[in-house]
C-alpha cells in the first residue's frame, strides 16, 4: 500500500503537519491547543479533499466503464504512474483491449457464416434447380425410356453431390467447433495411402494414369488414421482429376526425427501462381476447377491435417504439374 502515490501524499502531508502543530506546541505553549486545533481542522480538509479527488477518479473511470459497454473500444485510460487507481486503469484498458479484439472476432466470424451461408445456398440452389427441371420431365407422358432413364441417372448424380457437399460441411463445422477428438495412434503410412487410395483407383484406371508410390515400410507418424485417410483422399482426388488421360501421378514419403513428410505430384494442369494462396479456402474454385467442382475437398483436407500438428504446403507450375507436401510433425518431449 505504501508504494501508492495517492496513499504516499497523503502521509507526507499529515506527518508534515502534524510536525508543525508539535513545533508550535512546544514554542508557543499558551497557543498548543488553539494551533492543534486549527492543524486538526487542515488535516481533515486536506482528507476530505484527497478522498473527494478519488471519488472523482472512480467516477472518470464509471463512465469509462459505461462507454465500453456501449462498444466504444477507442478509450484508453492508462496515465502510466504507481498506485492503485492506476493499475485499475491499465486492467481497464487490457480489459477494452480484449473486448475490442472479441468484437473483432465475431464480427469476422458474422461475415464468415454469412459469406458460408450465401456460398452453400449458391452450390445448392444449381442441383436442386436441376433435379426440378428433370423431375417435371419425368412427368411428361410422351417422354422415352431412354430419356427417363438419363434423367433419373442425371438426379441421383445430383443427389450424391448433394450428399457429399453437406457431409462435408458437416465435418468442417465438427472440427471447428472442436467437437471431434482426433486420436493419436501410430500409423504405417504404406497403409494409410493404401487405404486413401481404394476409392479413387477406378477413376485413375478409367483415365489410364499411371502410378508410382516410393517410400520404405517401416515410415509411420503418430494420428488418426481415418481422418488423415478422408484428408488425403481429397488432395489425390484433386490430382487425378486435374491430371489428363494418360498421366502421371507419385506419391513419396519418408520420415526423418523432426516430422514425417508426404508427397504428392502430377504432371496435369498445373494452378496459376496468383491462385496458389487461395486453394485452401472455402467454396474457392480455380480456373481449372471442373464444373462439379464445389470448392470444399482441400479445404477439408487442410483443416484435418492441420488440426493434427501437420502443415500442408502447394507448388505448381502451369501446364507442368502440382505438388502437395505434406507433414507430420514429432512431438517434443
Given at each position: 500500500?505504501?508504494?501508492?502515490?495517492?496513499?504516499?501524499?497523503l502521509?507526507?502531508?499529515?506527518?508534515?503537519?502534524?510536525?508543525?502543530?508539535?513545533?508550535?506546541?512546544?514554542?508557543?505553549?499558551?497557543?498548543?491547543?488553539?494551533?492543534?486545533?486549527?492543524?486538526?481542522?487542515?488535516?481533515?480538509?486536506i482528507?476530505?479533499?484527497?478522498?473527494?479527488?478519488?471519488?472523482?477518479?472512480l467516477?472518470?473511470?464509471?463512465?469509462?466503464l459505461?462507454k465500453?459497454?456501449?462498444g466504444?473500444?477507442?478509450?484508453?485510460?492508462?496515465?502510466?504512474?504507481e498506485?492503485e487507481?492506476?493499475?485499475?486503469?491499465?486492467?481497464?484498458?487490457?480489459?477494452?483491449?480484449?473486448?475490442?479484439e472479441?468484437?473483432?472476432?465475431?464480427?469476422h466470424?458474422?461475415?464468415?457464416?454469412t459469406?458460408?451461408?450465401?456460398?452453400?445456398?449458391?452450390q445448392?440452389?444449381?442441383?436442386?434447380?436441376?433435379?426440378?427441371?428433370?423431375?417435371?420431365?419425368?412427368?411428361?407422358?410422351?417422354?422415352?425410356?431412354?430419356?427417363?432413364?438419363?434423367?433419373t441417372?442425371?438426379?441421383?448424380?445430383?443427389?450424391?453431390?448433394?450428399?457429399?457437399l453437406?457431409?462435408?460441411?458437416?465435418?468442417?463445422?465438427?472440427?471447428?467447433?472442436?467437437?471431434?477428438?482426433?486420436?493419436?495412434?501410430?500409423?504405417?503410412?504404406?497403409?494409410?495411402?493404401?487405404?486413401?487410395l481404394e476409392?479413387?483407383?477406378?477413376?485413375m484406371?478409367?483415365?489410364?494414369?499411371?502410378?508410382?508410390?516410393?517410400?520404405?515400410?517401416?515410415?509411420?507418424?503418430?494420428?488418426?488414421?481415418?481422418?488423415?485417410?478422408?484428408?488425403?483422399?481429397?488432395?489425390?482426388?484433386?490430382c487425378?482429376?486435374?491430371?489428363?488421360?494418360?498421366?502421371?501421378?507419385?506419391?513419396?514419403?519418408?520420415?526423418?526425427?523432426l516430422?514425417?513428410?508426404?508427397?504428392?505430384?502430377?504432371?496435369?494442369?498445373?494452378?496459376?501462381?496468383?491462385?496458389?494462396?487461395?486453394?485452401?479456402?472455402?467454396?474457392?474454385?480455380?480456373?481449372?476447377?471442373?464444373?462439379?467442382?464445389?470448392?470444399?475437398?482441400?479445404?477439408?483436407?487442410?483443416?484435418?491435417?492441420t488440426?493434427q500438428?501437420?502443415?500442408?504446403?502447394?507448388?505448381?507450375?502451369?501446364?507442368?504439374?502440382?505438388?502437395?507436401?505434406?507433414?507430420?510433425?514429432?512431438?517434443?518431449?
Amino acid at each position: 500500500m505504501l508504494r501508492n502515490r495517492e496513499i504516499k501524499a497523503l502521509l507526507i502531508a499529515m506527518g508534515a503537519f502534524s510536525i508543525l502543530s508539535i513545533c508550535f506546541a512546544l514554542m508557543l505553549p499558551q497557543l498548543a491547543i488553539i494551533v492543534v486545533v486549527i492543524l486538526s481542522i487542515v488535516l481533515i480538509a486536506i482528507t476530505l479533499l484527497f478522498t473527494r479527488w478519488r471519488y472523482k477518479e472512480l467516477q472518470k473511470l464509471s463512465g469509462y466503464l459505461r462507454k465500453i459497454s456501449g462498444g466504444d473500444f477507442t478509450l484508453d485510460v492508462r496515465d502510466n504512474e504507481e498506485g492503485e487507481l492506476s493499475i485499475l486503469k491499465n486492467d481497464i484498458y487490457k480489459v477494452t483491449l480484449m473486448l475490442s479484439e472479441h468484437s473483432t472476432s465475431l464480427n469476422h466470424d458474422k461475415l464468415m457464416l454469412t459469406e458460408a451461408i450465401s456460398d452453400i445456398s449458391h452450390q445448392l440452389k444449381t442441383p436442386v434447380t436441376s433435379m426440378t427441371v428433370m423431375a417435371d420431365l419425368l412427368q411428361t407422358s410422351g417422354l422415352s425410356e431412354q430419356k427417363r432413364k438419363e434423367f433419373t441417372r442425371n438426379i441421383s448424380v445430383q443427389l450424391e453431390r448433394i450428399e457429399w457437399l453437406v457431409s462435408s460441411l458437416l465435418k468442417l463445422s465438427k472440427i471447428d467447433a472442436g467437437t471431434i477428438q482426433f486420436k493419436r495412434h501410430p500409423i504405417v503410412v504404406k497403409d494409410l495411402i493404401e487405404k486413401s487410395l481404394e476409392p479413387l483407383l477406378i477413376p485413375m484406371d478409367i483415365k489410364q494414369q499411371s502410378l508410382t508410390i516410393v517410400g520404405e515400410e517401416d515410415v509411420r507418424f503418430v494420428g488418426d488414421l481415418n481422418w488423415t485417410s478422408e484428408a488425403l483422399i481429397n488432395i489425390v482426388k484433386n490430382c487425378v482429376e486435374h491430371t489428363p488421360e494418360g498421366g502421371e501421378l507419385t506419391i513419396t514419403y519418408s520420415e526423418n526425427p523432426l516430422f514425417t513428410e508426404i508427397v504428392f505430384a502430377d504432371n496435369g494442369k498445373g494452378i496459376a501462381k496468383e491462385e496458389l494462396p487461395y486453394i485452401f479456402k472455402r467454396f474457392y474454385k480455380g480456373k481449372n476447377a471442373g464444373e462439379e467442382s464445389v470448392g470444399i475437398g482441400l479445404a477439408l483436407a487442410e483443416k484435418i491435417i492441420t488440426s493434427q500438428q501437420g502443415t500442408i504446403d502447394v507448388t505448381s507450375v502451369v501446364g507442368k504439374g502440382t505438388e502437395f507436401k505434406i507433414k507430420f510433425y514429432k512431438q517434443v518431449v
